[in-house]
């Protein structure tokens, strides 16, 4: 289900979504790596794909990423923590999500980096 540009924005800014990672979803480029993270998260919720791929490192499965997208309920984004650097940087967060009504939450450290004055994401570890 696609939510309105006027409905609170899927990352827990509390704000709109046109106001907050919708504006990255339309090509605004996210300052750090902490931005990226949620605007992605935001993406998934969203059904953003295209947003996904050009935000990751390496080229991305769109049809598993609208398969889960499609199926999920996107409830909740907790930020643990943020390490930022100059051209490497970490979020570990919990995303709270519903797969086909079957609990798929899971606690991420995320990998970014910067290539080209743009942050990617590179790779996470589930923990």
Known sequence: MILSVNSKCPCGSG????????????????????????SRY???AKQQYKYINNT???????????NF???SKFENLKI????DG??????????TI???GIDSSF???SRFIKANNKWLYLDGEII
Request: hydrophobic share 30%; proline share 2%.
């Open 15 to 38: 704000i709109k979504y046109k106001k907050c990672c919708k504006p990255y979803h339309d090509g605004k480029t996210a300052n750090n790596a902490l931005i990226l993270m949620k």
């Open 42 to 44: 935001s993406a998934y």
């Open 56 to 66: 990751s490192n390496k080229e991305e499965d769109i049809e598993s990423i609208k």
């Open 69 to 71: 997208s499609n199926n």
């Open 80 to 83: 643990i923590e943020f390490i």
């Open 86 to 95: 100059e051209n490497k940087a970490f979020v570990t967060f919990k995303a």
């Open 98 to 100: 519903f797969s086909n």
């Open 107 to 109: 606690c991420e450290k």
